[in-house]
C-alpha cells in the first residue's frame, strides 16, 4: 500500500504563488511516475504534471513555464510549484502515484485564485 498527503493549497491573488507538497509512505520501492491532477467544479479531472522515477516530466500545455514538478527523494515528497497562478487554476488538486499494478491518490487540497 501506499499513502499520498497533500499540504500547501489556499487562497491566493492572480499573479501569486503556491507550492504543493505530496508526502509519500509506504511499498513506494514500485512506483513508475507521480503526478498532480485538477478538478474545476464541473470538470474532469485532469493532468497538470508528472514526473517518473528516473526524473522525467511533462506539463499540461496550460501550466507549462509556470509550474515546476520535482521531488526530494530523501524526503518522499513531491512538489509543484506554482507561479503566474490565475483564476482558471482555481481547483483541487490531487497527488496520483502508479506503478504497474496499481494507482494511487491523496486527498487533494483546494487551490483559490481570486482575480
Known amino acids: 500500500q501506499v499513502q499520498l498527503v497533500e499540504s500547501g493549497g489556499g487562497l491566493v491573488q492572480a499573479g501569486g504563488s503556491l507550492r504543493l507538497s505530496c508526502t509519500i509512505s509506504g511499498s513506494t520501492f514500485n512506483i513508475d511516475a507521480i503526478g498532480w491532477y485538477r478538478q474545476a467544479p464541473g470538470k474532469q479531472r485532469e493532468l497538470v504534471a508528472s514526473?517518473?522515477?528516473?526524473?522525467?516530466?511533462g506539463y499540461q500545455d496550460s501550466v507549462k513555464g509556470r509550474f515546476t514538478i520535482s521531488r526530494d527523494n530523501a524526503k518522499n515528497t513531491v512538489y509543484l510549484q506554482m507561479n503566474s497562478l490565475k483564476p482558471e487554476d482555481t481547483a483541487v488538486y490531487y497527488c496520483n502515484a502508479r506503478s504497474v499494478a496499481h494507482t494511487y491518490w491523496g486527498q487533494g487540497t483546494q487551490v483559490t485564485v481570486s482575480s
Open positions: 514526473i517518473s522515477s528516473g526524473g522525467s516530466t
